[in-house]
């Protein structure tokens, strides 16, 4: 019979060696920082190829309402069925009681918009250079201002909430990026996060023309929508009006965010000064200040007032009066250009 002091040494030495075993060695801990890092390689390559194989998808079904009607038909049933474990049966059901709402031109219409949105969501998540983007975007902002009725449904919606987006795992990478635009029918948010960002940096010269065509756009947008406003009273009997305006004016949604009169008391004079700011900033110095300076004058007593003339002054506190973004032969050195 071996004594407990042996019995103990023994254990001791088990245990010792069970803990050496567990331990990683240097060496070992690099060789598998280095596998993971293989890993990696090979898991972006693949989902590169899997985004841009989505985003070709999405691209490729924009241009065919059939092809459209297909993919989302087959992106439902894989989310909302096949991978929820419900039958079949479910599926034909819900496809039975669609009909007449995927024969609509206005859904079809709203369909394709939010599928060439998409498939511009994935080349600009997988691409570092925004330029290859950015011709294509700005023909789809133009667009949306030349629609003759708003699309309802999905696509007034975050990209990455859509059934195609969780169809294809690209929920993470079209939610995350934060100089995107989600929401396809979203001009302001198009130019804010990203046409006017991407124009400050790479081409300042052009921020003036994109300016112009943001406040085009928007101002069309508004008028297309008060024309529908108007359309809907067509006809009506006083009472019935009255209601009908009621109902526009507690409308929410795009409709609501839209309206002429909240457009032409707040949005259009801060569109109108986030451009003299920019054009301060990153195009002619002398030029914004005037331009500022008439504007703040023109709008001291308005709403606003108080903000504009606040901002101006902080941006004039901070001028440096040397290396400003003024265009050569504006002004002499030591002219101000701007009225006494």
Known sequence: ?????????LL??????????AELTPEQIQSLKARLKSLKENLDTH???????????FLNAAGDPKAALELYLNCVKMVDYDRAGRPESDFRAWREAQEDRVKDPKFMGSLQLQLRYLA?????AESDDLSRVFGPLMSHVDSLSQLSEMPTGPVTQSVANSVF?????????LGGNENWEPVPIDIAGIYSRTILPYLREKDPSSLMNAWDKRIEQQTRLVMMLEEKKEDELRGL???????????????GGTMGEHSKEEFTRHTLP???????????????????AKGMLDFVDANLTGEMGEQFYSEFEGLIDSAQGVGSARKPGTTEPGETGIPQ
């Open 12 to 21: 001791l030495a088990m245990s010792a060696s069970a803990n050496a075993a």
């Open 47 to 57: 989902l590169t190829s899997r985004n841009v194989s989505a985003g070709q998808a």
């Open 1 to 9: 019979m071996k004594s407990p002091i042996l019995l103990c040494a």
């Open 237 to 251: 009997n006083r009472d019935e009006e009255r209601r009908a305006r009621n109902n526009q004016v507690n409308r």
């Open 270 to 288: 801060q569109l109108q000064w986030g451009k003299l700011k920019d054009m301060f900033l990153y195009v002619d110095q002398v030029a914004g």
């Open 120 to 124: 511009l969501s994935c080349q600009a």
């Open 165 to 173: 987006a969780k169809a294809y795992y690209l929920e993470k990478l």
